[in-house]
């Protein structure tokens, strides 16, 4: 079992930058490949970052490469994603999740733990 607690949310002006920060509760954490995902009003889940256990390997999908970046302390038990040059069209609710199952990595249904979110406004 693990618990996901996001932080770092808020409302920031295009071209800013903000860092989500994810804290989780149980000694396995550095057992899961972590992601982040994003939720829209109207719009599907939207796979936005992740990073191996071992922090070796990172995911992106082209709407975020070069801007984003996820990285993670095993000893903090907490995965962060940096995001810089932000969007109008980044706003969302960002969640961080823990994967348990192989599968695309992108794909929401590989991951079983996740937080609750925090809210992210660009405006323009």
């Known amino acids: 079992q693990v618990q996901l607690v996001e932080s770092g949310g808020g409302l920031v002006q295009a071209g800013g930058s903000l860092r989500l920060s994810c804290a989780a509760s149980?000694?396995?954490?550095?057992?899961?490949?972590m992601g982040w995902f994003r939720q829209a009003p109207g719009k599907e889940r939207e796979f936005v970052a992740a990073i191996s256990r071992d922090e070796i390997n990172t995911y992106y999908p082209d709407s975020v490469k070069g801007r984003f970046t996820i990285s993670r302390d095993n000893a903090k038990n907490t995965v962060y994603l940096q995001m810089n040059n932000l969007k109008p069209e980044d706003t969302a609710v960002y969640c961080c999740a823990a994967r348990t199952v192989s599968g695309s990595i992108g794909a929401g249904s590989t991951y079983k733990y996740w937080g609750q979110g925090t809210q992210v406004t660009i405006s323009s």
């Open positions: 149980g000694r396995t954490f550095s057992a899961y490949t």
